[in-house]
């Protein structure tokens, strides 16, 4: 799973085969519940946080380079990332990218 330290702007993190909402499973006595489903079929880059703001899906193997490091916006963590394969810029929840990439290039800040 990716470290909030290391998503400073200029790294580049690329989508697992796996995609993943990262929301935790609710435990409940011996009974396991979770009312999302864990595998995804992209990761999907919206254009804001809003519902309905549109955007794009990505798939495994395509990379992000980080713009602006996770934090809460309108209540929800998300991570602004750039698609490098088409330049489009967008937000991500930060429990999915967190779940779903894997770090290939640290910038580290001067």
């Known amino acids: 799973m990716l470290k909030k330290a290391d998503m400073q702007p200029g790294s580049v ?6 995609i993943k909402s990262g929301i ?3 435990m409940f006595g011996d009974k396991l519940f979770s009312k999302v489903d864990d595998v995804l079929e992209h990761l999907s880059v919206r254009r804001s946080l ?3 703001s549109g955007g794009w ?3 495994s193997g395509e990379k992000l ?9 309108q209540g929800i ?3 602004k990332v750039k698609i490098l394969s088409n ?7 930060w429990c ?3 779940a779903s990439c894997k770090l290939v290039e640290t910038k580290t800040e001067n």
């Open 13 to 18: 993190v690329e989508v697992l085969p796996v």
């Open 24 to 26: 935790p499973k609710a």
């Open 50 to 52: 809003e519902i309905g």
């Open 57 to 59: 899906k990505v798939s």
């Open 65 to 73: 380079e980080i713009v602006e490091p996770p934090k809460r916006r």
């Open 77 to 79: 963590n998300g991570i």
């Open 87 to 93: 330049g489009e810029t967008g937000m991500v929840y």
């Open 96 to 98: 999915e990218l967190r």
